[in-house]
C-alpha cells in the first residue's frame, strides 16, 4: 500500500495523480493541499477522504472547514499546515505538486520524517538542491522526479549507476515557436504562448516551455539529481515528444525513454517504483511514426535557456534569484503587463542586480526570493 500526501492537488500534475490513484487500489491519499481551488478541493476530499487537507489562506480554511463539516478531516492553512500534510504520520510519500519556492519548506520537513518524495516542483530542486540531496542521503529517503524528462533519466539510469554516465540528453518540445526567431517573437501574446503543440499543463509551465525557461529549470534540477556536471547536459529540441530524454554512457552506448506524451505515466512510475503497473495510456505505434528529429536549441531566439543556465553555473542563491525573478515575470506577461521579451530582460535585470550567496540556507534562500519580490514589484 502506498499511502500519498499530495501537495498541490488541483493543478495540472495535482489532478493527473488523483486519477492515477483512482485506477491503483493499493494507493490511498492522506492528504490533500490547494491553494485557492476550494470548489474542487472539496470534491477531491468527498471522493478521496483524506485525513487532512490544507490551503493556503485562514478564511478559505473557514470556508472549506464549513463545507466538510461532515466529514473526519482537519483542516489547516498556510505552509506550517502544508508541512503539517506531509510529515503526518499516515504516509510515506509526499508527491510535492505545488509551484513555486513554497514547496521546499515542506519537503524538507518531509524528508527528515523519513518520507520518499515524489518530486515534481522544479524550484525545490533549483533553489535548494544543495541542501535537498545531501539531507535525502542522510534520511536514507528516495527522491522519485515526476517531471517526464527526469523520469526518462532516472529509467534510463535504472540499473546503471555502476557505469559511467558521458552525457544526459534533455529533450525539449521546442513549445509554440519552435523555429522562430527572437524577432519574430516580440509581438507574441500570453495567449499564443498557452497554445503548446504536445503537452496539457498549467499556464506558469506553459509559459515556461515557450520561452524555454522551464528547459532551463530543468538543466538546473538534473545537474542535482543526476549528479553531473552543467557540462554532461545537453538540450535536444524533439518536436515530437515521443523520447523524452536519453543517457548516453561513456561506451557510446545511449539510454532513451520513450513514451506517448501523458504525464500519468512518470506519475505512476514515481509512485509504483520500482515496478511497473498496467496503464491505459496510448501506446506507440511505431509504424505510425513519421519521424524522429532532434534540433540544437536557438540561444538567440530564446535567450531563457542560457540565461538560466548561467544561474545554474553561478550556483548559491542565483538560482533562486533566476526562478523568482521568473515567478514575476511570467506573470506579468500572462496578465499582459509586458512583453514576451520582457520575461528575460526582467530576469537578466534581477540577476545583474545580485550579490550572491555561496551557500544560502533555506532563511537565505527565502530572503533572495523576497529581495527580487522587493524590486520587481516596483517596477
Known amino acids: 500500500m502506498r499511502n500519498i500526501a499530495l501537495l498541490g492537488s488541483t493543478g495540472s500534475i495535482g489532478r493527473q495523480t488523483l486519477d492515477v490513484v483512482r485506477h491503483e487500489p493499493d494507493m490511498k491519499v492522506t492528504a490533500l493541499t490547494a491553494h485557492k481551488n476550494i470548489a474542487l478541493l472539496e470534491e477531491q476530499i468527498r471522493e478521496f477522504s483524506p485525513g487532512i487537507a490544507c490551503v493556503t489562506e485562514a478564511a478559505d480554511a473557514a470556508d472549506l472547514a464549513a463545507r466538510v463539516a461532515d466529514l473526519p478531516v482537519r483542516i489547516v492553512c498556510g505552509v506550517e499546515g502544508m508541512t503539517e500534510a506531509a510529515v503526518d504520520p499516515a504516509c510515506d510519500t509526499v508527491l510535492t505538486a505545488v509551484v513555486g519556492m513554497i514547496g521546499i519548506r515542506p519537503t524538507i520537513a518531509a ?102 525557461v522551464n528547459k532551463a529549470l530543468e538543466v538546473m534540477e538534473a545537474h542535482w539529481l543526476f549528479d553531473v556536471s552543467y557540462d554532461q547536459i545537453e538540450v535536444l529540441v524533439h518536436p515530437q515528444s515521443i523520447v523524452h530524454s536519453m543517457v548516453e554512457y561513456e561506451d557510446g552506448a545511449v539510454m532513451a525513454q520513450m513514451g506517448a506524451p501523458d504525464m500519468r505515466l512518470p506519475i505512476q512510475y514515481a509512485l509504483t517504483y520500482p515496478d511497473r503497473h498496467p496503464m491505459d495510456t496510448q501506446k506507440l505505434d511505431f509504424f505510425a511514426i513519421k519521424d524522429l528529429t532532434f534540433e540544437k536549441p536557438d540561444p538567440k531566439a530564446f535567450p531563457g535557456l542560457p540565461l538560466g543556465i548561467s ?58 526570493q523576497k529581495e527580487v519580490d522587493d524590486y520587481l514589484s516596483t517596477l
Open 111 to 212: 524528508i527528515r520524517a523519513g518520507k520518499d518524495i515524489a518530486l515534481a516542483n522544479k524550484e525545490t530542486m533549483v533553489c535548494a538542491g544543495h541542501i535537498i540531496i545531501p539531507l535525502a542521503k542522510e534520511h536514507g529517503v528516495s527522491i522519485l522526479p515526476v517531471d517526464s524528462e527526469h523520469s526518462a533519466i532516472f529509467q534510463c539510469l535504472h540499473g546503471n549507476r555502476q557505469n559511467k554516465v558521458r552525457r544526459i540528453l534533455l529533450t525539449a518540445s521546442g513549445g509554440p515557436f519552435r523555429g522562430m526567431k527572437y524577432e519574430q517573437t516580440a509581438l507574441v501574446t500570453a495567449a499564443d504562448a498557452l497554445k503548446h503543440p504536445n503537452w496539457t499543463m498549467g499556464a506558469k509551465i506553459t509559459i515556461d516551455s515557450a520561452d524555454m
Open 311 to 368: 544561474a545554474g553555473r553561478t550556483g548559491g542563491s542565483m538560482p533562486a534569484v533566476f526562478n523568482a525573478a521568473n515567478e514575476w515575470a511570467n506573470a506579468k506577461f500572462r496578465n499582459g503587463e509586458i512583453t514576451f521579451h520582457g520575461i528575460t530582460d526582467m530576469i537578466a535585470e534581477a540577476m545583474d542586480r545580485h550579490k550572491v550567496i555561496a551557500d544560502p540556507t533555506v532563511d537565505e534562500i527565502e530572503a533572495a
